[in-house]
T-cell receptor, first 113, second 111 residues
Framework: NAGVTQTPKFQVLKTGQSMTLQCAQD?????MSWYRQDPGMGLRLIHY???????DQGEVPNGYNVSRSTTEDFPLRLLSAAPSQTSVYFC????????????FGEGSWLTVV | LAKTTQPISMDSYEGQEVNITCSHNNIATNDYITWYQQFPSQGPRFIIQ???TKVTNEVASLFIPADRKSSTLSLPRVSLSDTAVYYCLVGSTSGTYKYIFGTGTRLKVLA
C-alpha cells in the first residue's frame, strides 16, 4: 500500500540548475498538491491540481511549474534553482470521497547551493 | 477559504490532557474541520475530522461548538511521543480544493 510516493528523497542543486521532483499516488485521488516547508515553519501551498489536465497556483508558485497528465502523477519542476528554494517539499493527495483528508508523501529535501 | 488561527506553541507534562483550540471565523456551511499531526522530518498525518458537535477516535477528540467558528482538539493523557506540530485545516470537497494550512501549534510534552 504505497500511498503517495516522492522521489528523490534528497537532492543538492547548484544555483541556476533545473530539476523535477516526482510524485505519484496509487489511491486514484483526483486532488494533488505540492507544499514547501522551510525549517521551523508551516506548510505553504505551491501548486495544486483538481484532476488530470487541470492545475492552479497556490500561495508561493513563483519559480515552480507543474503539470498533471495522468491522475497518478504530479511532478514539480524547478526552473532555475535559487538558494531561497532550499526547503522540504511535500506532495499530497486527497479525494472527494475522503472529505478533505489529505495524504502526504514522506518529503523531498532540497538544498540549493 | 477559512483562515485558521492557532496558538504558536504549548507545553504540557506527560499524563495530562492537552486541548488545542483553532479559530476559523469564516468557516463555510460545507466546510469540514480536520486536524493533522506532524513529527520532525515527516509529512503531516490525519488525526481526526468533524463537522459539528463532538467526534472521538482512538487517539483524540474533536469538539466543535454550534456556531462552528472554532474547534478544539483534545489529546488525553499525552506522552513524550505526542510532541509534534498540530495543524487544523478547514475545507470542503465542494470548494476550490485550495487547502491552506495555518502556522500550526508546536506541542512539547515534558517528562
Amino acid at each position: 500500500n504505497a500511498g503517495v510516493t516522492q522521489t528523490p528523497k534528497f537532492q543538492v542543486l547548484k544555483t541556476g540548475q533545473s530539476m523535477t521532483l516526482q510524485c505519484a499516488q496509487d489511491m486514484n485521488h483526483e486532488y494533488m498538491s505540492w507544499y514547501r516547508q522551510d525549517p521551523g515553519m508551516g506548510l505553504r501551498l505551491i501548486h495544486y491540481s483538481v484532476g488530470a489536465g487541470i492545475t492552479d497556483q497556490g500561495e508561493v508558485p513563483n519559480g515552480y511549474n507543474v503539470s498533471r497528465s495522468t491522475t497518478e502523477d504530479f511532478p514539480l519542476r524547478l526552473l532555475s534553482a535559487a538558494p531561497s528554494q532550499t526547503s522540504v517539499y511535500f506532495c499530497a493527495s486527497s479525494s472527494r470521497g475522503t472529505g478533505n483528508t489529505i495524504y502526504f508523501g514522506e518529503g523531498s529535501w532540497l538544498t540549493v547551493v | 477559504l477559512a483562515k485558521t488561527t492557532q496558538p504558536i506553541s504549548m507545553d504540557s507534562y506527560e499524563g495530562q490532557e492537552v486541548n488545542i483550540t483553532c479559530s476559523h471565523n469564516n468557516i463555510a456551511t460545507n466546510d469540514y474541520i480536520t486536524w493533522y499531526q506532524q513529527f520532525p522530518s515527516q509529512g503531516p498525518r490525519f488525526i481526526i475530522q468533524g463537522y459539528k458537535t463532538k467526534v472521538t477516535n482512538e487517539v483524540a477528540s474533536l469538539f466543535i461548538p454550534a456556531d462552528r467558528k472554532s474547534s478544539t482538539l483534545s489529546l488525553p493523557r499525552v506522552s513524550l511521543s505526542d510532541t509534534a506540530v498540530y495543524y487544523c485545516l478547514v475545507g470542503s470537497t465542494s470548494g476550490t480544493y485550495k487547502y491552506i494550512f495555518g502556522t500550526g501549534t508546536r506541542l512539547k510534552v515534558l517528562a
